[in-house]
């Protein structure tokens, strides 16, 4: 007999936990050798709920193949960790431009995100 599978139980299986994104952001340092790396959104504020999902942006130093190659390979990285990401990587260059720019989406992740890891 088979189990019947309820939305709650599916959201609850793909939940964004402290336990996943640790792991995330171990899998994110391992894929891009990164600077920095910072989680924005409903999670940084605290208020994630099972509808969520892991918003991250990578600083990296550059990219070595294009952006939208570099990003499939963290997405390929997290994929097996059966959470929503949403995960924007910049180059440095276009950081260090873009983080002091008000109009920029990366000024705003800097200034209300969180900071979960900086290279030392």
């Known amino acids: 007999m088979k189990k019947k599978i309820s939305a709650e139980m599916m959201a609850e299986k793909f ?3 402290d336990e996943k994104v640790k ?3 171990q899998r994110l340092i391992e894929t891009y050798k990164p600077l920095y790396i910072y989680t ?3 999670y940084a504020k605290g208020q994630s ?3 969520s999902d892991f918003d991250v942006m990578v600083v990296i130093d550059q990219f070595d193949d294009t952006p939208w190659a570099v990003t499939s390979r963290g997405y390929l990285k997290l994929g097996s960790l059966l959470m929503p990401v949403d995960l924007l990587v ?3 260059t ?3 431009v873009c983080k002091n720019d008000k109009t920029t989406f990366c000024y705003k992740i800097v200034k209300t995100g969180r900071l979960l890891y900086e290279r030392k």
Request: net charge negative; hydrophobic share 35%; charged share 45%.
């Open 15 to 17: 939940k964004v936990t």
């Open 23 to 25: 792991e995330a952001v």
């Open 40 to 42: 924005f959104g409903s």
């Open 49 to 51: 709920d099972l509808e």
């Open 90 to 92: 910049y180059d440095k």
């Open 94 to 96: 276009k950081f260090e």
